[in-house]
């Protein structure tokens, strides 16, 4: 079965920039569907950005020009580049994906079935 696993989390200063990665270990159910999501203490979970097999993306608004979703097919590894990055960005980011989601529900975390364990993101003022 595997699972996702998460990393590239860490503290940074407002204005800075991360990199997370997601690759499925020992993973044997199809990704076609991955997305990124982010659940701060006291807020709920927030779908941040997916992609679908055909590179389609989509954003919630207030990640959209600072962070970008990719996914290298080679590797089968899901990235989320994170820039101007502010302190209402804070969060446990994890990783999600399914072998098929409604476009009308890449960013609702009850598409996807399969879970990482999450990476932490603090970024200070």
């Known amino acids: 079965q595997g699972q996702l696993v998460e990393s590239g989390g860490g503290s940074v200063q407002a204005g800075g920039s991360l990199r997370l990665s997601c690759t499925p270990s020992e993973f044997t159910y199809k990704t076609d569907y991955m997305a990124w999501f982010r659940h701060a203490p006291g807020k709920e979970r927030e779908g941040v950005a997916a992609?679908?097999?055909?590179?389609?993306?989509d954003y919630t608004d207030s990640v959209k020009g600072r962070f970008t979703i990719s996914k290298d097919h080679d590797k089968n590894t899901l990235y989320l580049q994170m820039s101007s990055l502010n302190p209402e960005d804070t969060a446990m980011y994890y990783c999600?994906?399914?072998?098929?989601?409604?476009?009308?529900?890449?960013?609702?975390?009850?598409?996807?079935?399969?879970w990482g364990q999450g990476t932490q993101v603090a970024v200070s003022s």
């Open positions: 999600a994906a399914d072998s098929w989601v409604s476009n009308r529900e890449l960013l609702k975390s009850q598409s996807y079935r399969y």
């Open positions: 992609i679908r097999s055909d590179d389609r993306k």
